[in-house]
């Protein structure tokens, strides 16, 4: 008899973050084994959580750092944060790992 609880998936989706000159934060993400979630990605504008379902580009309408995270069907979750600078330069936009 095969126990499942064997294949327990622990690892947290591997995520990318950037944005480019108009400010619009891209999440690429990825994960091998339980996949991702129905709606695997948010971030924090600074007051609420908001998810995003199935869409990976938010627009940053403010400076400010933005927290994404994003979770696996299993509820691993991976968090990453990019500085954005309201000077229209991909350069000035900083990741925190």
Do not use: M
């Not at 998936?9 to 000159?21: F, G, L």
């Not at 996949?35 to 998810?51: C, K, M």
């Amino acid at each position: 008899e095969v126990n499942a609880y064997y294949n327990i998936d622990k690892t947290a989706p591997v995520c990318t973050v950037t944005s480019d000159k108009t400010n619009t934060i891209q999440v690429t993400a990825k994960d091998t084994g339980a996949g991702l979630h129905a709606t695997a990605y948010r971030y924090y504008n600074g007051v609420t959580w908001s998810e995003w379902s199935k869409n990976t580009f938010h627009k940053a309408e403010n400076s400010g750092t933005y927290q994404i995270e994003v979770r696996d069907a299993l509820l691993n979750i991976t968090r990453k944060e990019i500085v954005i600078t309201k000077v229209q330069s991909a350069t000035t936009n900083t990741l925190k790992e």
